[in-house]
């Protein structure tokens, strides 16, 4: 069985401030990870994936994430906000190279970026 | 290269009344999915096909719910009867295949109301 819990259902940034979105999974086998981003009335974009190598990945539009095995974490940052920035953010897991392939998606963060 | 194409983007119908949603895959992608976000939660996997055939539909209501893929491209989903709790965005994505890494793309979504 896999979860993923996002700390935060809003979190709110000054334009040019860092952005820390965070997320927390359980997955019984070595796990990959994924954050997506949802802008209002689209469906979920690919930002960042996790699968094996390289703990700390870079995405599109300026994120990153680190995957802590340690911590179970994979948080997403940004160093500098942008106004475009403003969306919803999912982290998801999947079960690895041998185990289940679809999606478990947290609840969602929603970023708002202040001018 | 096309995305993954819904129809219709936007249904209202009364509790009892059925509806289909139609979904057209990335050409060539073998795995395709659907999923119900409800407002405000994280996607829920509601099944996930292997060409043709069913890899998971563990989370599917079968009393009320319904999906097939003829062929191994389009696929439908179907509800009926509607419930007020159906009101949701159905999302289908697809993905090249049988590896979990394989990013997986998402629809821009059909947005049920139930009344």
């Known amino acids: 069985a896999q979860s993923v819990t996002q700390l935060g259902s809003h979190v709110s940034v000054s334009e040019g401030a860092l952005v820390l979105l965070r997320c927390n999974y359980s997955?019984?086998?070595?796990?990959?990870l994924f954050w997506y981003v949802q802008y209002p009335n689209q469906g979920l974009q690919l930002l960042l994936k996790?699968?094996?190598?390289?703990?700390l990945v870079k995405g599109i539009n300026g994120f990153e994430a680190e995957f802590k095995k340690s911590e179970t974490s994979f948080h997403l940052t940004k160093p500098s906000a942008h106004m475009s920035d403003a969306a919803e953010y999912f982290c998801?897991?999947?079960?690895?190279?041998?185990?289940?392939?679809?999606?478990?998606f947290g609840s969602g963060t929603r970023l708002q970026v202040q001018p | 290269e096309a995305g993954v194409a819904q129809s219709p983007r936007y249904k209202i119908i009364e509790k009892r009344q059925s509806v289909a949603f139609w979904c057209n895959p990335i050409?060539?992608?073998?795995?395709l999915y659907w999923y119900q976000q409800i407002l405000g939660q994280g996607p829920k996997l509601l099944i996930q096909?292997?060409?043709?055939?069913?890899?998971?539909d563990s989370q599917l209501p079968k009393d009320r719910f319904s999906a097939e893929r003829l062929k191994g491209v389009d696929s439908t989903l179907k509800i009926q009867p509607a419930k007020l709790e159906d009101s949701a965005v159905y999302l289908c994505a697809s993905s090249l295949g049988a590896i979990s890494g394989n990013t997986i793309y998402f629809g821009e979504g059909s947005w049920l109301t139930v009344v």
């Open positions: 997955s019984s086998v070595p796990p990959y």
């Open positions: 050409s060539g992608h073998a795995t």
């Open positions: 998801a897991v999947s079960e690895g190279e041998t185990g289940r392939r679809a999606l478990t």
């Open positions: 996790y699968t094996t190598g390289a703990t």
């Open positions: 096909f292997q060409n043709n055939g069913v890899v998971d």
